[in-house]
């Protein structure tokens, strides 16, 4: 049950959440391309990645904290995640969980502009979700 409310909610935020169609102030920082950036293997391939390395902090659970952290990051011209940090938090435990699993993530396919692969903005929830 936890892994599907996970699965359904990344799925849907990461459609719907970085919506702003113009190109940022920083002409090199760019929120939609013509070819977004791509986690390895798809979206399917992310949400496994985050369900197996997401620890859910001891003293977060035993408080019965929960919510979504959502964390906005960097993809790189060469698909590196950089600037990661925490767009809305929930707890200072679980945002630091958040932060350390997307600095975990392998390199991404980079977006492209043009056919040149731009730095992109990217936002990401992640649910905690106890049972």
């Excluded at 011209?77 to 940090?85: A, E, L, Q």
């Amino acid at each position: 049950m936890k892994n599907l409310i996970l699965i359904v909610l990344i799925v849907i935020s990461n459609c719907c959440f970085t919506q702003e169609k113009a190109i940022s102030p920083n002409p090199e920082l760019i929120h939609i391309t013509e070819t977004m950036p791509e986690y390895p293997g798809g979206s399917i391939e992310m949400i496994k990645f985050i369900q197996t390395n997401v620890e859910y902090p001891d003293s977060a659970r035993d408080a019965e904290i929960q919510g979504k952290v959502y964390v906005t990051f960097v993809i790189d011209t060469i698909g590196k995640i950089d600037d990661v940090s925490i767009l809305k938090g929930v707890h200072p435990l679980l945002d630091k969980e958040a932060i350390r699993v997307i600095k975990k993530m392998p390199s991404w396919k980079p977006g492209t502009q043009k056919g040149k692969p731009v730095r992109v903005k990217y936002n990401l929830p992640i649910n905690f979700k106890l049972d």
